[in-house]
């Protein structure tokens, strides 16, 4: 055990938690005010489900014993993750639970990040037995595809297969571009397809109601994705410092090239669009942030920046209400960046693979593509059929009047913003002025 190794990798877990609560807050300030609270319980009752179900079969289903072909985990060989708890249990350098306790938070945000797609209108229910169902079905092996790489003695021989994307397919993906990114989008995409259009949408303008909140959920993110991104290195090392920056400067780009293409297409560069092309350069050189150089996550930001801001805007011709453009951001965002590691990738980066601008020609490139498909695939038919299926058996989605009155009522029994408080008990402001704020607020709730 190298306890340098152990320090960085617990304080990236705890990094990668945090970011789940910075969903919340970036989530939440993009829905109306009527919708705020139910959305941040999504992300919150994703950490519940998710953290529960991982210690007893999902690290299991994940980097338990291949049963056959890579494509599943035995999924009760660590149940409550016995026969880990000793000191002499290692991962590598650190101790198991710590590698346990930091995919566990890959689990629970990927799971989170779905739930944008269906804002406004999902009851809060349903929500977390879909959660459990996808994470089960669709997280935990796919996890185990993409993250668990095969076990070798001494001589190189494999005595303790893993999944295949990552060892038969050899496709790259250092952090989750496949098994996070493009495995929530599809899922999302899914969901906006089975619970169907907000009331209202798209003749409506359905404003996010607080920009400050996801400004601070967009910096909560960027911060929590240097453990999501350098944390998977799993070691205080020069690889864990080539992706913190390589994290750095593909977010910058992606940010300028989403202002870039709203000023040229609309007049003017937006809050939101800072905040989304934020978002979209951290999706994007996840799976490539080892496996390119500095220029190359400029490039691989910059591009995905600017696909991200021209895909947000195709649900309006699609007819499809992906309501926090979770498939325009994440779905896009991941298959830009899994795939352009095929045309980036240096052997001068950790990687040491050449894609096809650094003369490895298209060896690495097929690789990512069908690495992209195949995800996007397993989880887009399987998530259409547990959508249906929660829909079907306990109703997915809220009532008409509950989604118009304010879902937060119905389903919480709660208001984000209660403005009652203005006319205080000392008197210091009039109760025409508090009657006209709640008179605005309800102005508000009900457009």
């Known amino acids: ?32 005010s009527k919708s705020v609270l139910n959305m941040m319980m999504m ?18 289903t994940a980097f338990g014993a291949d049963l056959g072909g890579g494509l599943l985990g035995k999924p009760f060989e660590f149940f409550g993750l016995s026969g880990l708890l000793t000191p002499d249990s290692l991962f590598g350098t650190i101790p198991t639970t710590v590698f346990v306790s930091f995919q566990a938070m890959f689990a629970i945000i990927t799971v989170a990040l779905i739930s944008g797609a269906i804002a406004d209108r999902a009851r809060f229910g349903p929500w977390l037995l879909f959660a459990g169902l996808w994470a089960l079905v669709v997280y935990f092996p796919v996890a185990h595809w993409v993250f668990d790489f095969d076990g070798k003695d001494a001589d190189g021989n494999v005595v303790d297969p893993g999944g295949w994307i990552a060892n038969k397919l050899a496709a790259i993906d250092f952090a989750g571009g496949t098994a996070v990114h493009i495995n929530a989008g599809a899922a999302a995409l899914a969901l906006a397809i089975v619970l169907g259009k907000r009331v209202g949408w798209p003749k409506d303008r359905m404003k996010p109601h607080s920009l400050p909140l996801v400004v601070l959920g967009a910096g909560l993110l960027w911060f929590g994705w240097y453990g999501f991104n350098a944390g998977s290195a799993l070691g205080a090392n020069a690889t864990a410092g080539v992706t913190f920056i390589n994290t750095t400067v593909a977010t910058s780009a992606a940010m300028l090239a989403w202002l870039l293409v709203e000023r040229v297409r609309d007049g003017h560069a937006t809050t939101l669009g800072a905040a989304s092309g934020v978002v979209a350069g951290l999706v994007a050189i996840t799976p490539a942030c080892s496996s390119v150089t500095p220029l190359g996550a ?28 979770v498939v325009g951001v994440h779905l896009v965002g991941g298959l830009s960046g899994t795939i352009l590691i095929g045309f980036f990738a240096s052997d001068a980066a950790p990687a040491g693979v050449n894609g096809l601008f650094y003369g490895g020609g298209v060896d690495q490139l097929w690789r990512q593509a069908v690495g992209a498909i195949a995800v996007f695939a397993y989880s887009f038919v399987l998530s259409l059929a547990l959508g249906y299926l929660v829909k079907l058996t306990v109703g997915f989605r809220a009532e008409q009047d509950d989604e118009v009155g304010g879902i937060d009522e119905a389903e919480h029994a709660e208001t984000a913003y209660d403005l009652g408080g203005l006319s205080g008990s000392r008197g210091s402001a009039k109760p025409s002025v508090a009657a006209g704020a709640s008179a605005v607020l309800e102005g508000s709730n009900k457009s």
């Open 1 to 32: 055990m190298d306890t340098g190794d152990t320090a960085w990798v617990l304080a990236s877990a705890a990094l990668v938690l945090l970011m789940t609560p910075g969903l919340a807050f970036f989530y939440g300030g993009m829905v109306r």
């Open 298 to 325: 400029i490039a691989v930001g910059a591009i995905t920046g600017a696909l991200c801001a021209l895909a947000v805007s195709l649900k309006y011709r699609l007819g499809i209400d992906d309501s926090l453009d």
């Open 43 to 60: 992300s919150l009752g994703a950490m519940g489900v998710v953290g529960v179900l991982w210690v007893l079969v999902g690290y299991s």
